[in-house]
């Protein structure tokens, strides 16, 4: 039972949100630096999971996922044991519904586990990992001083922010993913500490490492009128495909929950799935990050951008319904990019040169954040921090809009919405 706060403690939280920014950035890139060491062990050298798989014999690529699977496996089975008696619970339930509360040893069972598949080339993102690893480091920080509940969960909310930030080198965007996904409607009193947290948390990886867009997209010049109608089209069309994602993960969740196995080996199960499609396409590791950079600058067939997006698709729902531990968030912005080279290139079928592919491959991303997250503020921010294309607001902001709302109005279920 906590004392009463005081003044005091509450004069302090803004300061207690700068701790949680410095703390979080350190967490992420002590998380990075793990995976960078894993890679190196791989291939002697630091580099992508992508290149990493291309040059490995094809037996090998097929092997490391099984292997990586298992092991994640194990250590969530064995960690099990050092949970008895720990707190129940992820970040979203302790800032929507929880004490602020978070269990360090869950936290570091689950972050082993999730390095492990992560490093092994599971086809899923390394984010979840990361900003559960900082808002641990908000509600370590909680138990400092005594502070209100509210107070509480407000500072678990800055360590998210302040993981994301870090993570994704996209302070506004973290802002709005804690509003719109974590808490679902601005809290204006906690706005000043989450801007101070995600800002800290930014340039705290700028000074150690350089702050920089993630992804490099081609030049692109501002849309004219018919490019937009055009973008508003692709915008339509992934939106209303949305629902299919989500549908496919929980799909591969029911799937790998019916079969009669211990986690280890359904893990290795799933990585069985990255692996056998590894064999034939070395982009199924990972998160799909490099796939993601090719597309924005690049304008490959689409049979092959087709096959890369089913294959995807299949590897993450796989993935992820194994019980693996991480996030989607990545691999749901591969799906809208590989749906916006695809729509772009079927619309400039249909009128010669109506849209460049980089900006249907951008626009793309945004659109399908937008509608499966329900998030268009979040995709806007997020889009223009990754990518740095300023000049590419408006029709990222139309279509993150209409994607939302053609979801909306299917009746899906939006991510993390029912994780409450």
């Not at 002590?30 to 992508?48: D, I, P, R």
């Not at 082993?112 to 984010?127: D, P």
């Not at 980089?358 to 223009?384: D, K, N, S």
Request: include cysteine; charge should be positive; aromatic fraction near 6%.
């Amino acid at each position: 039972m906590h004392p009463p706060p005081t003044r005091h403690s509450a004069l302090i939280h803004l300061p207690l949100a700068a701790c949680c920014g410095v703390l979080g950035a350190l967490l992420v890139l002590c998380f990075q630096t793990a995976l960078h060491a894993a890679e190196s062990l791989l291939a002697g050298h630091a580099s992508g999971l992508v290149e990493i798989a291309g040059r490995l014999a094809p037996w090998q690529r097929a092997l490391i996922p099984i292997v990586g699977g298992l092991l994640a496996g194990v250590a969530l089975e064995q960690g099990r044991r050092l949970l008895r008696g720990a707190a129940e619970g992820d970040y979203l339930e302790a800032v929507r519904v929880g004490d602020g509360h978070l269990s360090l040893r869950r936290t570091l069972v689950n972050g082993l586990s999730s390095l492990i598949t992560v490093a092994s080339g599971g086809s899923i993102g390394r984010e979840g990992a990361m900003v559960a690893l900082s808002a641990q480091g908000g509600s370590l920080l909680t138990r400092l001083l005594p502070m209100t509940l509210p107070r509480r969960r407000r500072l678990v909310a800055c360590g998210i922010a302040a993981g994301w930030a870090a993570a994704y080198h996209a302070p506004l965007s973290a802002i709005a993913f804690v509003c719109e996904v974590v808490w679902r409607r601005p809290d204006w009193r906690a706005l000043p500490a989450l801007l101070l947290a995600a800002l800290t948390a930014s340039l705290t990886v700028d000074h150690l490492f350089g702050l920089a867009p993630l992804y490099h997209p081609a030049a692109l010049a501002s849309p004219d009128h018919l490019a937009l109608a055009g973008y508003c089209l692709l915008a339509l069309v992934l939106g209303g495909c949305s629902p299919l994602f989500l549908g496919l993960m929980e799909l591969g969740r029911h799937a790998f929950g019916r079969l009669p196995l211990r986690l280890p080996f359904r893990m290795a199960l799933g990585g069985a799935v990255v692996g056998g499609l590894a064999w034939f396409w070395p982009q199924m590791w990972g998160n799909g990050y490099s796939t993601v950079s090719w597309l924005l600058v690049s304008e490959p067939a689409w049979q092959l951008v087709l096959t890369l997006l089913v294959c995807k698709l299949v590897a993450t729902a796989a993935t992820s319904g194994s019980g693996a531990v991480g996030g989607i968030f990545t691999p749901m912005l591969f799906a809208g990019a590989a749906g916006g080279a695809l729509a772009g290139q079927l619309l400039n079928l249909l009128l010669p040169g109506w849209l460049p592919v980089g900006g249907a491959v951008l626009v793309g991303m945004a659109a399908f954040l937008a509608a499966t997250a329900r998030a268009p503020w979040l995709a806007v921010l997020m889009l223009m921090e990754l990518t740095g294309a300023w000049r590419m607001l408006l029709p990222v902001a139309l279509a993150s809009w209409l994607a939302a709302r053609v979801a909306a109005r299917m009746g899906a279920r939006a991510l993390y919405r029912d994780e409450s």
